[in-house]
């Protein structure tokens, strides 16, 4: 039974980031990527919370969920995109929400949260082209769109 991957509320007028992409494979594939995203983390520099215009080195964490029933989103993770992939087309649309948690150590080693960012996350696959459209709806935007995108591809990449 397929089931609808596309989020009704996602911006069509106003689109943040769009990028296109020669792309040999499927939807399918895609979202296994997506998934092998989920729960990965790396270090970045971003402006400190406490102190204006001091650099600070922070944990930025990510947290996959893909479209579901056109209203809401469900976790996209090793454990659960083998249930996931039989709901998916090898071509088409499929809306994702990419929560990014953010944390650094303080002076004491003590990890204190900062507020994440939310962005929302279009693929659009027609005749081997990816097109990628990234909105941020929620957070300080920490990491812009582009880096978004760019962490997606590069996780396509490593799994090719």
Do not use: W
């Amino acid at each position: 039974m397929m089931r609808k991957r596309v989020y009704h509320r996602f911006p069509h007028r106003e689109v943040q980031f769009e990028q296109k992409h020669r792309y040999y494979s499927d939807l399918i594939y895609f979202v296994k990527a997506m998934a092998g995203m989920d729960g990965k983390f790396g270090m970045f520099v971003t402006e400190s919370t406490t102190k204006k215009g001091h650099r600070i080195q922070a944990k930025r964490g990510i947290n996959v969920e893909i479209a579901m029933n056109g209203m809401e989103f469900t976790s996209l993770n090793y454990n659960n995109v083998d249930s996931v992939l039989e709901t998916i087309e090898p071509e088409g649309i499929i809306d994702f929400r990419v929560n990014l948690s953010y944390s650094y150590l303080d002076g004491k080693y003590n990890r204190v949260p900062i507020k994440g960012d939310a962005y929302l996350v279009r693929a659009i696959l027609e005749s081997e082209v990816l097109t990628l459209r990234i909105n941020h709806i929620d957070g300080p935007e920490r990491t812009e769109c582009g880096r978004v995108a760019d962490t997606i591809i590069d996780e396509l990449r490593r799994g090719a």
